[in-house]
């Protein structure tokens, strides 16, 4: 199976080489330094099961030609250049997967009852991603890696608890997904199909959601973050906010916070998004947080502590030139 990994950053560069360790046909669209050191070495992962370096076909789309699946790994500001530049890779048939933070731009399709077929421009300008890949070819995704780029074609990976979980949006099977998911568990990845995605947007989003501010203002990882009991009630509250969205939205979920935040308490990586902070790139503030309130908004829910720590967030990453609202 050819697949095709858009985005080699941290998260794609994880996912292709555990595509290639899996047996898949794989490739990457990347660009850069990263581009580069993967033309000139190969794609390198180290994480707990070892180090683990693979040779991937990389390019642009051109370059790489049609695949059987892509799967979408770049933060929500690229997806207007993902829209202009895929179609190279996509013939009739092609399975999109979006394995993405945030809330996707196809949430509401095939969401069924009133809400169904609503448009979330902040996600999807101009319908630009759905008029070039259509609903048709699009899978959900969620993925847990806390990865971090440590130099050019080298990503590493500070836990073994990593999955990659698929979802077609109208709640089917999904054989494709399947197909997908056998080369990532292969691989050494966990690769897992639901007939629920859009709840597991929420529960991986609710970290994303509730702890993301928080270390955009404390500027540290986090466990530093969580370290203050104080910020760490925050959190909690915060966690529970987010959870009273999704079960507002018929994706209600059943989770011991107390145990999470342990766990989170343990963890020294920096959320994707801070990590975009430090290194002065465009931040995905819209799908992480100010959807996720929209979405609060459109359903009733008062949200007062994500209300304030996402509205200071936003500040810091206006501030720093990262954000246009």
Aim: with cysteine; proline share 5%.
């Amino acid at each position: 199976m050819k697949i095709c990994v858009f985005g080699a950053g941290a998260i794609g560069g994880h996912v292709a080489a555990r595509l290639a360790l899996g047996g898949a046909e794989t490739s990457v669209v990347a660009r850069g330094a990263q581009l580069a050191a993967i033309q000139q070495k190969g794609l390198t992962v180290t994480a707990p099961d070892g180090t683990h370096t693979v040779q991937v076909k990389a390019g642009d789309a051109a370059a790489v030609g049609p695949q059987d699946a892509v799967i979408v790994t770049v933060k929500a500001p690229s997806l207007p250049q993902v829209a202009e530049a895929i179609t190279p890779l996509l013939k009739p048939d092609t399975t999109v997967a979006f394995v993405m933070n945030g809330i996707p731009w196809w949430y509401f399709d095939r969401h069924g009852g009133a809400l169904d077929g609503r448009r979330l421009p902040a996600v999807d300008p101009g319908d630009a991603v759905r008029r070039a890949i259509g609903i048709e070819r699009t899978l959900g995704g969620v993925v847990y890696s806390a990865c971090t780029v440590t130099e050019p074609g080298h990503v590493h990976t500070e836990h073994a608890n990593n999955r990659v979980i698929l979802g077609e949006v109208d709640g089917s099977d999904s054989p494709r997904g399947e197909a997908i998911a056998a080369y990532l568990t292969k691989g050494g990845i966990s690769g897992e199909v639901t007939k629920q995605i859009r709840r597991e947007v929420w529960m991986k989003l609710m970290g994303n959601l509730s702890q993301g501010p928080f270390t955009i203002l404390s500027r540290q990882g986090i466990a530093g973050t969580l370290a203050d009991p104080v910020v760490r009630a925050a959190v909690r509250r915060a966690m529970q906010e987010s959870m009273a969205i999704a079960e507002a939205l018929g994706q209600g979920f059943e989770f011991d916070l107390d145990k999470r935040l342990a766990s989170s308490g343990k963890l020294a990586h920096k959320p994707s998004i801070l990590q975009d902070l430090e290194l002065g790139r465009p931040m995905e503030v819209d799908a992480l947080f100010r959807v996720p309130l929209e979405l609060a908004r459109l359903v009733g829910v008062e949200t007062p502590t994500l209300d304030l720590s996402i509205a200071l967030a936003t500040q810091a990453a206006a501030a720093a030139g990262l954000y246009r609202g």
